[in-house]
């Protein structure tokens, strides 16, 4: 880049007339990083979010799957309840016809 050039543009022909280059390319020099400065903010500002919706998307689809896997711990535990009720009822059941058999095994002999 030519910062005497822009100096000289910025300060105007008569003042750029009594400047050495070198006060012209400071000129010009501080007038593009105030011009670039707002712009490489922004472009920092705008990978700042991009990057902050990446990591909020990956905190959500984290958290998706922990919800599908406490839902699905949940469906097998309330599954081997049941299970569990099932076989106790089927042992009640047993236990029940065991001693329908034992009275009648004992009505048997007082008659």
Avoid: D, W
Avoid at 36 to 61: E, H, I, K, N, T
């Amino acid at each position: 880049m030519c910062f005497p050039a822009i100096g000289a543009a910025v300060v105007g022909a008569k003042a750029a007339a009594g400047m050495s280059a070198v006060q012209l390319g400071i000129v010009g020099a501080s007038t593009v990083a105030g011009v670039a400065s707002p712009l490489v903010s922004y472009a920092g500002q705008r990978q700042q979010a991009r990057q902050q919706a990446r990591y909020q998307a990956q905190a959500a689809a984290a958290e998706r799957q922990r919800f599908m896997q406490e839902q699905t711990s949940l469906r097998m535990r309330q599954a081997q309840e049941q299970e569990a009720v099932g076989r106790e009822l089927e042992q009640v059941v047993v236990n029940h016809k065991l001693h329908l058999l034992e009275l009648e095994y004992q009505l048997e002999k007082l008659e």
